[in-house]
């Protein structure tokens, strides 16, 4: 069965500074996703950044990167700058690449940014 | 930007009545799923759907939920008899075959059965 482990429940960052959240996730495929996504406050789930396995660039999106080590099955979110609206719990995801596959979802860190 | 939409935003329901759980996907997107998260824990997968039909379920979801696409555009949850337990946010999300833009969740119903 596939896992994703995040093992911090909850992080803070002063504002400005930069925080990594950590994300290991466990498979035999080869072929898969990677995604981390931001849920504030509203609820809401918002993709932040993706990764295709088969690509090792690491992604990039602004003020976040990741730290993909497909050997390790370590894909750690760094977020640079850190505003205040970067509150939010965020989740690390994994999917396979065909199919209707489903997210498996880690078990989130919240992460506070503090004035 | 496309979205996806979910209604009701809030809904409240005594034990033992049925609810439907309404969703407007993302028009182009062929794939659609059911996502539940009790308060403050984690995000637990329902249900996939695609091609008009259920592509894979977990365990939660027993005989007393059902999913439906009856006209092309909207996806809807039903759970028949309401538990306590049930009480969660619920999200819908859909996405296409590439998985260029990721899964793409709604705003979320945050069902609560009393």
């Known amino acids: 069965a596939q896992t994703v482990t995040q093992s911090q429940p909850e992080m803070s960052v002063q504002e400005a500074e930069t925080v990594t959240l950590s994300c290991t996730y466990d498979?035999?495929?080869?072929?898969?996703?990677l995604f981390w996504y931001k849920q504030p406050p509203s609820r809401q789930m918002i993709l932040v950044i993706r990764q295709e396995a088969y690509k090792q660039q690491n992604a990039t999106e602004n003020r976040f990167s990741v730290n993909f080590q497909k050997a390790a099955k370590s894909f750690s979110l760094k977020i640079s700058d850190s505003q205040l609206g970067d509150t939010a719990m965020y989740f690390c995801a994994f999917t396979f690449r065909t199919g209707a596959n489903n997210l498996f979802f880690g078990t989130g860190t919240r992460l506070t940014v503090i004035p | 930007e496309p979205e996806v939409t979910q209604t009701p935003s809030h809904q409240v329901t005594q034990m033992g009545q049925e609810v439907i759980l309404r969703c407007v996907p993302i028009s182009n997107h062929l794939y659609f799923y059911w996502y539940r998260q009790i308060l403050g824990q984690k995000v637990e997968f329902l249900v996939s759907f695609y091609n008009n039909e259920i592509s894979e379920k977990s365990e939660i979801f027993d005989d007393q939920f059902s999913v439906e696409r009856p006209d092309g555009s909207n996806f809807t949850l039903k759970i028949r008899s309401t538990k306590l337990e049930d009480s969660a946010m619920y999200f819908c999300a859909s996405r296409d075959r590439g998985l260029r833009y990721g899964y793409t969740f709604g705003s979320g119903t945050r069902l609560t059965v009393v």
């Open positions: 498979t035999s495929e080869n072929n898969y996703y």
